[in-house]
């Protein structure tokens, strides 16, 4: 089994990848950009690919979640990382010292608070935490800094300044496993997601909350998204609960084709199971819940 990702080895995505195989075999292969990685998927290059599509601390990780529009995979399942992110440098430094930080986006936003506190360092997006910490173990500066786990630091050979910098003590990251969509899959498991578009998209949103509540089923998360070829138009990605049965689920699906205009059922999965959080270290203080 051969799992793609987005970044390099010792990213978080490579956790998600661990905890997806179940102790099965399986390798990995990291892409450098999403684009790339849904790509390798499309062609079969690899057999899954681990996407992240959602954070506790900063929210929906929409460069991911865009990019499932309009293609034919299907999730398999869900998985929750706890992240703890440190602040990693090539050597021993004082904080003072550092002129520069390194790491991806959405980790840089995850660790805004502790970052303000040093309003002389210089915060840099890169293309995701792993990579980061191996640009600043290569790079000639021993001023610069990154932001990842603190398994990316002993795996890459680096200096661990100062763990769980976290905003959120309870930091987590929601990837889903996507495989090409080849058969329809009958089985119900616990979640579905998918995402629809309509003409009239002002009111497709009550629309389906209707259809939902109709047929007793749970909305766990909906997202609008503009609609690139409409300007001011949105789409919708939603998570919805099965408990309510398969036959409840191929009724309202009915009922949803006739408002939208386009559905992608974007998978049928395995709920996961969000960590235990007693005990979470901030700042390298303890944090009780």
Do not use: W
Request: proline share 4%.
């Amino acid at each position: 089994m051969l799992i793609g990702y987005q970044g390099v080895e010792g990213s978080y995505s490579t956790i998600a990848c661990q905890k997806f195989s179940e102790g099965n075999n399986y390798q990995t292969k990291g892409y450098p950009t999403f684009p790339l990685l849904v790509d390798a998927l499309l062609h079969e290059e690899v057999d899954y690919i681990a996407l992240p599509v959602e954070n506790a601390t900063s929210g929906p990780i929409t460069r991911t979640i865009d990019l499932l529009k309009y293609v034919d995979v299907t999730a398999t399942d869900e998985i929750y990382v706890k992240i703890d992110h440190a602040l990693i440098t090539k050597h021993p430094i004082e904080l003072s010292e550092i002129t520069k930080v390194y790491s991806h986006p959405e980790a840089l936003k995850q660790c805004d608070t502790y970052l303000s506190q040093y309003p002389h360092i210089e915060v840099i997006d890169y293309m995701d935490t792993a990579g980061a910490v191996e640009m600043v173990k290569h790079a000639a500066d021993h001023t610069i800094a990154s932001i990842a786990g603190s398994h990316a630091a002993a795996l890459y050979g680096m200096t661990v300044m100062q763990e769980n910098i976290n905003d959120n003590p309870f930091n987590t990251t929601r990837f889903l496993f996507f495989k090409k969509k080849k058969e329809l899959v009958n089985q119900i498991q616990d979640k579905t997601s998918m995402y629809v578009e309509a003409n009239h998209s002002t009111s497709l949103l009550s629309d389906m909350l209707h259809i939902f509540k109709k047929h007793a089923i749970d909305v766990l998360y909906l997202m609008p998204r503009p609609v690139q070829s409409e300007p001011f138009a949105y789409g919708f990605f939603i998570d919805i609960d099965n408990g309510a049965g398969h036959e409840a689920l191929h009724m309202a699906l009915k009922e949803l084709e006739d408002s939208c205009t386009y559905i992608n059922i974007l998978g049928n999965y395995r709920k996961g199971k969000i960590p235990a959080y007693k005990g979470a270290l901030q700042h390298e203080k303890l944090v009780n819940r």
